[in-house]
């Protein structure tokens, strides 16, 4: 299998440390978000590995290069100033993920979970990993009902970043900048996801408050 870091994104709310840095170099206890995905994805057997590349993405360039330090072929979707968003970005990344399923991660969250040993059935075009709702946030993301996502009126489980996609999801999309988050409301639906939930270490280091936090 291989694997898509999304790291192309600005970070805005961690500003001013993301003025100079890519958020996903932001570090957490002495190792960079980055740096601890490409570890544990090598651990997994993993070994070819995109990265989208937007804001400040010469950084990524400079401190993983090819990926061999790390025993990975690291592979890059440059997005330049325009970034496509997850939809767009994981669209373009496409031709380099090849034509089986793929993982992708959100290189912006912190966590111990194992890369998923995921067996897609047949009818299913992704497969979600969840984790409780944070505290604070008001509510979730999705509900899992009988292992399918599903979109429940009182959601209460989060999208952890961290999935398997067939390429099939991408079916009909055209090239650009959109969000993933209607489709996978539309796959869930259409009852074409699955999902699990993980309930060890995650944090969204998504502001200098959770960031302390997590340190």
């Given at each position: 299998?291989?694997?898509?870091?999304?790291?192309?994104?600005?970070?805005?709310?961690?500003?001013?440390?993301?003025?100079?840095?890519?958020?996903?170099?932001?570090?957490?206890?002495?190792?960079?978000?980055?740096?601890?995905?490409?570890?544990?994805?090598?651990?997994?057997?993993?070994?070819?590995?995109?990265?989208?590349l937007g804001w400040l993405g010469d950084?990524?360039?400079?401190?993983?290069?090819?990926?061999?330090?790390?025993?990975?072929?690291?592979?890059?979707?440059?997005?330049?100033?325009?970034?496509?968003?997850?939809?767009?970005?994981?669209?373009?990344?496409?031709?380099?993920?090849g034509n089986e399923p793929f993982l992708v991660v959100n290189a912006d969250v912190y966590t111990d979970m194992p890369v998923p040993d995921i067996e897609l059935a047949d009818e299913r075009l992704g497969h979600l990993v969840l984790v409780p709702s944070p505290d604070y946030r008001d509510g979730g993301d999705f509900d899992i009902e009988d292992g399918l996502i599903r979109n429940g009126e009182t959601q209460r489980l989060t999208f952890s970043g961290v999935a398997v996609y067939r390429p099939a999801l991408f079916d009909g999309c055209g090239p650009g900048r959109f969000p993933l988050a209607p489709m996978l409301r539309h796959a869930a639906d259409n009852g074409w996801l699955s999902g699990s939930v993980y309930e060890g270490l995650w944090a969204d280091v998504g502001t200098p408050e959770r960031l302390k936090a997590i340190q």
């Amino acid at each position: 299998m291989r694997a898509m870091m999304l790291a192309a994104g600005r970070g805005e709310r961690l500003r001013p440390l993301t003025d100079e840095i890519p958020k996903s170099l932001v570090e957490v206890r002495g190792e960079s978000l980055l740096e601890r995905h490409l570890a544990n994805l090598h651990a997994a057997g993993i070994r070819t590995v995109v990265i989208n590349l937007g804001w400040l993405g010469d950084r990524i360039v400079e401190r993983v290069g090819s990926g061999e330090r790390y025993g990975l072929d690291v592979l890059y979707s440059q997005e330049g100033e325009n970034v496509l968003e997850t939809g767009g970005g994981i669209l373009r990344a496409l031709p380099m993920l090849g034509n089986e399923p793929f993982l992708v991660v959100n290189a912006d969250v912190y966590t111990d979970m194992p890369v998923p040993d995921i067996e897609l059935a047949d009818e299913r075009l992704g497969h979600l990993v969840l984790v409780p709702s944070p505290d604070y946030r008001d509510g979730g993301d999705f509900d899992i009902e009988d292992g399918l996502i599903r979109n429940g009126e009182t959601q209460r489980l989060t999208f952890s970043g961290v999935a398997v996609y067939r390429p099939a999801l991408f079916d009909g999309c055209g090239p650009g900048r959109f969000p993933l988050a209607p489709m996978l409301r539309h796959a869930a639906d259409n009852g074409w996801l699955s999902g699990s939930v993980y309930e060890g270490l995650w944090a969204d280091v998504g502001t200098p408050e959770r960031l302390k936090a997590i340190q």
